[in-house]
Every structure is written in structure tokens, then in C-alpha cells.
């Protein structure tokens, strides 16, 4: 069915329901003041009808309009209980307190239709847990009501316990009392907790809700404690003005939050025209706003990460909310601000829907920033990384092949002074001098690898890949490489990064298989590196890991590490390459 329909069903039953409520009031052999209570019950049902229905059809994806809606029909089915008919008196007996509860969730939920806080939350289950079990039990411990005299009886009822239908009411009568007076409380903290611009909307329902609510605790309160019919009718009669007013405080809301909604955004227009630096833009959002605690934060393009002004990487916090800004259906910027102002979701994307052209330009200098901040890390990084590379190799010669030709050198001296003298001792001497060198030049022909293999120089990457994968313990797969080359640095960034991470394979991963493929899309070289094995890489563990990251953000790149625990690795790096 769809929301049109849905609609006309419930405006259409609400009026029937009130038609027949008023044809029962009026037929009553018992009920008092008949005028009185059609025009109560018909006035408030139908407020809350019409009202929900206008808000349901103006904002479908909010809450407040069926709330509205189930208030106005559990208002009227209540008047079932002033009905001659046994049934229909025993159902609006049992459902009279109903109304009060969604009213106290529609207050609370007010104004996106879902109540967040967990306080909030708790109140309104209460309510409905002592308006629903109250009323039950009570309806199943009397059969007559002293205060209905001449009513029908209560088909519900199992016991004729009056005492204890008493006793139970006057503990769920002075329960709801509490309960409502903590929901006051909660609108009161929520209008002290808004911006003077959200102020203006939330006026009109936050005054009449807390008012009704003060003065319903007072009707239950004063219901238990005084015999004065008098004072028992005068306050009653203006808890139910007041949540008469509840509706059409709702109506009022609305054109207030839509006066102050243009006037913010017509604000913030202003505003931008007058920007002159980086900092106006945020300071404009925030006057139009009413939050000096706001602040911005920026998408990084092709990359899921956000930026402040300045480039930094950052995190919005969890107490704070956030509305993101699209522009063309992608995220370019996002809001932080007071979690209040998220109650009001339509101001914040006409905000930011006013701002976005703004933003873009921030975010482009924001961006600007993060790759400066990036270079000159990963220039600070690969300074020490060569440091530290070019110590390593000299370790390595020290302690490799530079012992072997010392080695070398003795054992040929030796062989020199026996050649004479002793010839079969001056060969074997000669032999092992010919093996030393033969392990020398293996480790020379590695170091040499290490720095910049001959192969990807003389027959490029898929010849210097296939070789890696040929050398590695684990048996690796080559998907086919594209055809033409790659620009040298482009190519010398990937076979490292598949040196790389075919070495952690090995060491680390108890892989039983691997693959490596290099593809060109859009204008990058996407290299990646896939392993079975036990998975858990991470970047900020080990140099290795980091020297890539270095060497691909050197060329604007990304290196991306994908590594659950038990599922693999997937090691991509994104490397920009020129068409040609």
C-alpha cells in the first residue's frame, strides 16, 4: 500500500472513530456531561489526526507524524469507555491511560520522530510499561468502577478485588506522575542544550509539551491525594487545553523552523560572500548556526580518509554529530557539531547545500595540504630509509663478501708459497679459494638485486617478477603484465613492492600459495599481492612495510594493506603513471 493510501485509510478511520465515539457518548444511559466530553474527545482526537497526518505527508522519514497520528486514535478509542456496551467500555477502560504514554514519546522523539539520549529511552518504555500493565491489572481486579457509577461491567475482569484494583492504581497513578515529571525535565535539559537558531523551531512544542506535562503530573498527583471534584476538574481541564495546544504547537514549530531554516541559510550566504580566508568559512557556518563548537572536516579524493583545513588526518568524535556534505552524490566535506543540531537534519543539508561550492574550494586546499604533509613525510622517511639501507648494505659486505675475499686473499697467498714445495696442498688451497669466490660473487649478484635488479632494467617488470616469483619458496602465480612498459619509476616502486611482500609471504605468513598481478586502470599502475596465509600484516609493524608505503606515497601512490587474521593478505598499491 502506498504512503498515499495509507494515509486517506487513517485520516478516514479517525473521523469514523470519532463519528462513532460521539454517537456512544451521546447514547450513554450513565456518562455526565455528554456536550463536554464529545467536544474534549473529538477536539483533541482530531487535532492529533490532522496534525500527524500534514506531518506525515510533509516528512515521511519522520517519526513525529505517526506518533501524532496513534495519539489522536488512541485518544478517541479511550472514549469507548463512556459506551453502554459492555465490550467496547471494557476496551476503552483498559486502554485510557494509552494516549498519555505516546504522547510522552512523541514530546521525547520530537523533532526527528526517534528519541536517541538512553535516558529518554528508558522514560518512554516506562511509560508504556506503566500506562499497559496498570491499566491491565486494574482491569482484571474490577469488575465495577465507583467513580463510573451506573457503568457496564468489565468483561475483563477475573477478580472482584476493589481494594487491591485501588492499591495497584494509586502506585501506577503516582509512578506515570514521576515519569512525566522526568520527561519535563528531559525537555527542559534539551532546550537549555539547544543553539539560540534551534531555539526559535522547538519553542512552540517544548513550552506546550513541558506545560502539559507539569500539569498532567499535577492531575495524577492531585487525583490521589484530594477529594475536591472542583480541583480535580479545574486542573484537569487545563492539562487538557494544554495538550490540545500540543498540535498546533507542532504547526507553529513547523513555520518557525522553516523561517528560521531560510534565514540561516540566507545568514550563511551572506556570510560566505564576505569570506576572505580559510578560517571565514568556518566561522560563517558556525554564527548561522548558533555553534561555536563547530568545526570542518574534508574527503580526501579516491581515498576513504578525512582531513582538517590544514591536511591532518582525523577522526570526528563520538560525542559530537556529523552530517556530511555531497556534492554530485559524493561526500566532499563533513559537519561537526553539537549532537542537538542533528535533530534538525533538513537545516544541516540546507546548509550545507548552501556552503558546498565553498567547501569544494576548502577541500582542494585542504588537500593540497595532506599531499605536502605526505611528501614531506615520505621524504623525511625514505631519508632515513636509505640511511638505514645503505648502513644495511655495508653491514652486509662487511660481514659477507668482504670476509670472503679477505678469505680469498689469504688462501692464494698460501697456495703461492706452496706451489713450489708443495703442489697437491697449493690446489686444494686454490680450489677453496675458487668456491670462496664463487659465494662471494652469489652474494655481490644479491646485494646488487637488492638495490636495483639488472633484469627489470634490461627486460622490464614482468621479466624481473617472474624471476622473484621462480626464486620464491612458496609457489607463486604471475598473472599476464600489461604489454608496454611502465615509466621506469613506476616500475622500479612495483617490483619492490612485490619483492616486499613476497618476502613477508615467506617469513611471516605460512602461506601455501601466492599470487602477484600488475594491471593499468585509469591511469595507475595497480599492483597486488595476494597470500592463504594467517593473515594480521599491518603497516605500523616493521620497516618493510613502512619503506613501501614511503616509496609508493613518493610517487602520489597508496599502498593498502588488507590482512584479517586467518583469511590472507592482500598487499595493493595504487601508483600514478603517465600514458606514456
Request: proline share 4%.
Amino acid at each position: 500500500m502506498t504512503r498515499g493510501r495509507v494515509l486517506w485509510a487513517a485520516g478516514t478511520a479517525g473521523i469514523a472513530l470519532g463519528v462513532v465515539v460521539a454517537l456512544l457518548v451521546a447514547a450513554s444511559d450513565w456518562a455526565d456531561d455528554k456536550v463536554i466530553v464529545i467536544v474534549q474527545l473529538l477536539l483533541i482526537g482530531w487535532s492529533f489526526l490532522g496534525a500527524g497526518l500534514f506531518a506525515w505527508r510533509r516528512r515521511p522519514a519522520n517519526r513525529v507524524g505517526p506518533l501524532m497520528v496513534a495519539v489522536g486514535l488512541t485518544w478517541l478509542l479511550s472514549g469507548f469507555a463512556c459506551s453502554d456496551l459492555p465490550l467496547l467500555f471494557a476496551i476503552g477502560y483498559l486502554i485510557g491511560a494509552i494516549p498519555f504514554a505516546v504522547v510522552v514519546h512523541l514530546l521525547l522523539a520530537y523533532p526527528t520522530g526517534r528519541v536517541r539520549e538512553p535516558l529518554s529511552r528508558a522514560v518512554v518504555v516506562l511509560a508504556y510499561a506503566v500506562a499497559g500493565l496498570g491499566s491491565l491489572l486494574v482491569s482484571l481486579l474490577r469488575v465495577h468502577d465507583s467513580g463510573a457509577e451506573g457503568s457496564p461491567d468489565n468483561l475483563f475482569a477475573l477478580f472482584d478485588a476493589p481494594s487491591a484494583a485501588n492499591a495497584v492504581e494509586a502506585v501506577a497513578t503516582l509512578m506515570g506522575a514521576v515519569i512525566v515529571l522526568v520527561a519535563g525535565g528531559l525537555l527542559v535539559r534539551r532546550w537549555l542544550n539547544a543553539t539560540s537558531l534551534q531555539r526559535k523551531g522547538l519553542a512552540p512544542v517544548l513550552l506546550t509539551g513541558t506545560l502539559f506535562l507539569a500539569f498532567l503530573a499535577i492531575t495524577l498527583t492531585v487525583d490521589q491525594l484530594s477529594d475536591s471534584v472542583a480541583i480535580e476538574g479545574g486542573v484537569g481541564a487545563l492539562a487538557a487545553l494544554l495538550m490540545l495546544a500540543v498540535p498546533y504547537a507542532y504547526l507553529g514549530g513547523v513555520l518557525g523552523s522553516g523561517y528560521s531554516r531560510a534565514h540561516a541559510v540566507g545568514s550563511l550566504i551572506d556570510r560566505i560572500n564576505q569570506v576572505a580566508n580559510r578560517q571565514s568559512l568556518r566561522d560563517a557556518m558556525a554564527e548561522s548556526l548558533g555553534d561555536p563548537t563547530l568545526d570542518l572536516v574534508f574527503k580526501r579524493r579516491e581515498r576513504d580518509e578525512w582531513v582538517d583545513a590544514e591536511g591532518r588526518r582525523c577522526v570526528a568524535p563520538g560525542d559530537r554529530g556529523v552530517t556530511e556534505i555531497l556534492r554530485d552524490g559524493e561526500p566532499i566535506a563533513a559537519i561537526i557539531h553539537r549532537a542537538s543540531l542533528a535533530d534538525d537534519p533538513e537545516l544541516m543539508r540546507s546548509v550545507g547545500s548552501a556552503a558546498a561550492l565553498a567547501l569544494e574550494n576548502d577541500r582542494l586546499q585542504a588537500e593540497l595540504r595532506a599531499r605536502v604533509a605526505e611528501l614531506q613525510e615520505s621524504r623525511a622517511n625514505i631519508l632515513a630509509f636509505g640511511l638505514a639501507e645503505r648502513r644495511r648494505l655495508e653491514r652486509d659486505l662487511h660481514d659477507g663478501a668482504q670476509q670472503r675475499l679477505v678469505a680469498l686473499s689469504l688462501q692464494v697467498n698460501l697456495a703461492r708459497a706452496k706451489l713450489e714445495d708443495d703442489p697437491a696442498t697449493a690446489a686444494s688451497l686454490l680450489d677453496s679459494a675458487r668456491e670462496e669466490l664463487r659465494q662471494a660473487l652469489g652474494e655481490l649478484r644479491e646485494l646488487a638485486r637488492g638495490i636495483h635488479p639488472a633484469v627489470l632494467t634490461d627486460q622490464g617488470l614482468e621479466a624481473a617478477v617472474s624471476a622473484l616469483a621462480e626464486r620464491s619458496p612458496v609457489p607463486v602465480t604471475v598473472e599476464p603484465l600489461p604489454a608496454e612498459r611502465l615509466p621506469a619509476q613506476v616500475e622500479a616502486v612495483a617490483y619492490f613492492v612485490v619483492a616486499e611482500s613476497l618476502t613477508n609471504v615467506v617469513k611471516y605468513a605460512g602461506a601455501d600459495e601466492a599470487s602477484v598481478s600488475v594491471e593499468r586502470v585509469n591511469g595507475h599502475a595497480i599492483v597486488e599481492v595476494r597470500d592463504d596465509g594467517v593473515g594480521g600484516a599491518d603497516v605500523g609493524r616493521g620497516t618493510g612495510l613502512r619503506g613501501l608505503a614511503d616509496r609508493v606515497a613518493a610517487l602520489d601512490g597508496k599502498l593498502e594493506i588488507v590482512s584479517p587474521t586467518g583469511e590472507g593478505t592482500l598487499v595493493r598499491a595504487a601508483i600514478p603513471c603517465a600514458s606514456s
